[in-house]
């Protein structure tokens, strides 16, 4: 494999509690490594220099959802309804498309429009912690983690709440599929499902919008695919599919990552008390300290050397964001939460053209909590230290967290 290594399975339950000791070791052991577990067949990256060139070099394409779908004997013709959603997704998209789409849902992200939600978003945190204040104990998690981010995307989408029960289960369907190193059949049919049953529900809504548009996302979009920026129908509604999804999971783990974290290292969240003016800095270093995208994909355009291999094209290659942000060749001292903030930040939310464009909205978003949650609960602390994450490699987050106050501070597992 020249400059490569060939690499055995590594993800099992000691990876998803701490895959950090994994990055550390694939890290010394090389830059470049070659792995059958993920996908069936792909070099894995390990270092942030290369990380972040991957994300930013066009010959790095986003399009890479066939391996998943179509190519699938198993169910080859079967999952032909999922494809033709899924691989239209801004996500998975290369330029001209990809830049067509996103100037679209730009207008929707703009930071003015983001800090005119922050009354909405600190009013839900309150709501969600004035229904456990009182309670000796409760799950971060189910209480506020989880309910948060829908609440927020439902509202900038204009859609009831009530719905907002089914946008989970359709979530995290969809992120068991993506995340997981080679789905299974079962994993792909309920992703099917789930992303079929989104499309169902958004063909009612756009119907409704199109007699009655507004001032929202679902509408936004309504009005591109009228002036032509979107294509087509499918496009539309892989679209509204996309940030339902998007704006769910990642925001829901950032949260729970990031109070798990603080809880973990006391003396981080008494600064946070003493000092909340450091809560900015102290969420970009929870996007670094844990990521909720621990790996991204991308599909290898044209042949290309790196570090001494050549990459053929089509070849499936997947940047390690969670080990990228703990290279110490990026950061001094890797394995430290330091709320402070650090010099150069993370690749969390990606870079290059395909940057998270809810960042901002889900940095606001954990701002507001963690302000919120100091004041209401100075002493909030770790119930238990055994927690469980979620089955998942690509989006870490925990199954639940459960804390309380007025008690000794209980470390962390290491």
């Known amino acids: 494999m020249n ?29 470049l490594h070659w792995s059958t577990e993920f996908f069936g067949g792909a070099w894995l990256l390990t270092r942030h220099a290369d990380v972040e060139q991957v994300l930013r070099d066009p010959r790095f394409s986003a399009q890479r959802t066939g391996g998943w779908v179509t ?46 939600l922050e009354p909405f978003i600190a009013q839900t945190v309150t709501e969600l912690l004035d229904a456990v204040d009182g309670q000796p104990s409760f799950d971060f998690m189910q209480a506020v983690a989880r309910q948060l ?25 969809l992120a068991v599929f993506i995340g997981a190193p080679l789905a299974t059949h079962q994993q792909a049919r309920r992703a099917q499902a789930s992303l ?33 920026a979107l294509l087509n129908h499918a496009e539309l509604l892989a679209q509204c599919a996309m ?35 450091l809560i900015p800095s102290a969420v970009r270093e929870l996007l670094r300290f844990d990521s909720p995208v621990q790996y991204t994909g991308r599909r290898v355009a044209a042949d290309v050397e790196l570090h001494g291999q050549t990459l053929r094209r089509g070849d499936l290659v997947v940047p390690l964001i969670g080990s990228a942000n703990r290279d110490p060749a990026r950061h001094a001292e890797p394995d ?29 978003e954990a701002e507001i909590t963690f302000r919120l949650v100091l004041q209401r609960f100075p002493s909030l602390r770790l119930a238990d230290k055994a927690v469980q994450w979620v089955d998942n490699p690509a989006y870490r987050g925990l199954v639940g967290l459960p804390v309380r106050a007025g008690l000794r501070y209980v470390e962390a597992e290491p």
């Open 71 to 116: 190519d699938r004997e198993e169910t080859k013709g079967e999952l032909a309804g999922f494809q033709q959603l899924f691989a239209r997704a801004m996500l998975f998209l290369d330029a001209p498309d990809h830049t067509r789409i996103r100037k679209v849902l730009n207008a929707g992200f703009k930071p003015a429009q983001i800090l005119a």
């Open 243 to 277: 940030l339902l999804f998007a704006g769910h999971e990642t925001t829901r783990n950032l949260l729970g990552n990031g109070l798990y974290a603080l809880l973990s290292h006391p003396d981080q969240w008494q600064r946070l008390q003493q000092n909340p003016a």
């Open 336 to 364: 430290r939460l330091d709320v402070e903030g650090r010099d150069g930040g993370s690749i969390s939310f990606g870079s290059g053209a395909h940057v998270c464009i809810g960042a901002m909205l889900t940095r606001v």
């Open 196 to 228: 079929l049953a989104m499309g169902r529900y958004f063909e009612q809504l756009l119907s409704e919008r199109r007699k009655n548009p507004g001032d929202d996302l679902v509408s936004r979009l309504l009005q591109a695919e009228a002036d032509g």
């Open 3 to 31: 400059a490569a290594t060939a690499i055995a399975p590594f993800v099992d339950a000691a990876f998803l509690a701490n895959p950090y000791p994994a990055y550390q070791a694939l890290r010394e052991a090389g830059p």
């Open 149 to 173: 981010p829908t609440r927020v995307i439902a509202k900038m989408m204009g859609i009831e709440e009530a719905a907002n029960a089914d946008f989970a289960v359709w979530s995290d369907d």
